[in-house]
């Protein structure tokens, strides 16, 4: 009987009109949208090779250490074509250099708003959004709408179980509504392989779970409408009832979530943040400037007493290596205060961040659309900590080529020296038309998101979405039992 029942609704849903129509619809879109990633993919790895080019060869055009600046840039994810999440949102570069705090900047949607009016479409946006509605279309008269049809009556005057009918119907719509998904998510698969996108290992076990995630966001859509039409007789009711749902927990509860977070937790603005900045900046500055001309009236009182100006010209020249040591010691030391009072203020700014994030997502995680949407950034690494991960590895990055530039540097203002004392002439910092020999200076190295730990990010959201399922179903299961089939 279990079998009867299971192959009728699997029948109703695949024979059905609305599903040839929503599975084009669904068809069309994933593919589409796969297609369309895969291009802004290439043109972003085209722009960022281009980028690496240009930052290298202004590198190796250098001739002088102490004039040195570099940028580098954000790696394009392949598996932004199936969750774009805050890839577009956040900047691609960021200048290393020690007048320079690390920032990415030039988002992609800062230089092409259009865009950013209508955002990209992707294949998790097609879940979140296209196919629950779809499930809801499915599933809003499973049940109301045979007792209104009079099949529930007739099918309860055989020994049907109540529990074995419930079960029949929440699998056949599962079955029909998901095994045909599969088709065109493999034809996007293999548009990815053929047009040569580079996907590792890691990539393919990402994609492998996101589709896994996707199904069971599905499911709780499907579960939901079996739920709602258990609780109702009318078709119509459900269907409006489902349809206020749907809106609330894709639409209103993840930005209502956001808004209430950010009035429970106040977080200083960016405008804030870069005129406490500068201000220090300024302060330090000032207060140098006059220390050192401070320390220079003190250095020309020595010679107050010399009559010639050989004798000058003879005492500031013992005296000039270890004055511009103490110079550049001095301004160095300056350069690494401003450094660890933006660092500071930086960690301050991220850390009220963090919390009203956290709160935001707790607040937004009552939604099983935002749990989705959560867990697909996590897994494709596009979620928020995408722009946490680049910075602190940027930030590390900047340790290491100041530290080497500083070397060199120092090896620079040696040579300069000892011309001067041979030549007996003023050499300045940085003469000289020979590029630099960078072949040792430090490669940066773009952040990993290993498969253990996307999983491991992403498990509370999985866990809530799938304990959000089971209780829907577990619900419709209890409201058939006490269901009026008359």
């Not at 691609?92 to 920032?103: C, G």
Request: glycine share 4%; proline share 2%.
């Amino acid at each position: 009987m279990f079998s009867t029942l299971y192959l009728k609704e699997l029948k109703a849903i695949l024979l059905s009109p609305k599903f040839v129509a929503t599975f084009g619809i669904c068809s069309i879109l994933v593919l589409l949208s796969v297609f369309i990633g895969v291009r802004e993919y290439e043109t972003a790895v085209a722009q960022y090779e281009t980028a690496l080019q240009l930052a290298d060869q202004e590198v190796r055009e250098a001739t002088s250490w102490w004039s040195l600046d570099h940028r580098v840039y954000r790696k394009p994810n392949p598996l932004q074509i199936f969750a774009s999440g805050i890839n577009n949102d956040i900047g691609r570069l960021s200048n290393i250099a020690s007048s320079y705090e690390v920032k990415l900047r030039q988002s992609v949607y800062q230089d092409d708003t259009l865009f950013a009016v209508f955002r990209f479409i992707d294949f998790a946006f097609i879940f979140q959004v296209v196919l629950s509605l779809f499930a809801i279309l499915f599933t809003y008269d499973s049940i109301n709408g045979e007792r209104e049809a009079g099949t529930l009556k007739l099918t309860f005057s055989n020994a049907v179980s109540r529990g074995k009918y419930i079960q029949a119907k929440f699998l056949g719509a599962w079955t029909g509504l998901t095994v045909p998904l599969i088709i065109p998510v493999a034809l996007a698969l293999l548009v990815v392989i053929v047009m040569g996108v580079p996907l590792t290992s890691v990539d393919w076990s990402k994609l492998v779970a996101l589709l896994g995630v996707s199904i069971v966001y599905f499911t709780f859509f499907i579960a939901l409408g079996l739920l709602v039409s258990a609780l109702t007789r009318r078709s119509s009711v459900s269907f409006l009832i489902l349809l206020v749902a749907w809106v609330f927990f894709v639409l209103i509860l993840p930005r209502a979530a956001t808004m209430a977070a950010g009035q429970i937790v106040h977080v200083p603005s960016v405008v804030e943040s870069e005129s406490q900045k500068d201000r220090y900046r300024t302060d330090r500055w000032q207060a140098y400037g006059e220390e050192r001309s401070a320390h220079w009236r003190e250095r020309m009182a020595g010679a107050s007493g010399m009559t010639t100006s050989e004798e000058r010209a003879a005492y500031f020249d013992e005296r000039r290596p270890e004055w511009d040591k103490e110079d550049n010691e001095a301004r160095q030391a300056v350069m690494d205060e401003i450094a660890d009072y933006n660092r500071k203020v930086s960690e301050e700014l991220g850390n009220r961040k963090a919390e009203q994030e956290r709160l935001a997502f707790l607040l937004a995680r009552l939604s099983p659309s935002s749990a989705y949407q959560l867990a697909t950034m996590k897994l494709c690494g596009t979620n928020t900590t995408l722009k946490r991960r680049y910075e602190e590895s940027m930030q590390a990055y900047r340790t290491d080529f100041l530290r080497f530039v500083q070397e060199k540097g120092d090896e620079e203002r040696q040579r300069v020296l000892d011309r001067r004392r041979e030549s007996n002439r003023v050499v300045m910092f940085g003469a000289g038309d020979a590029a630099l020999d960078v072949s040792e200076l430090p490669r940066y190295e773009a952040p990993t998101n290993a498969f253990a730990e996307a999983i491991a990010l992403s498990m509370i959201d999985i866990g809530l979405m799938a304990l959000f399922s089971v209780v829907c179903f577990g619900g419709a299961f209890v409201a058939f039992l006490r269901y009026d089939v008359r």
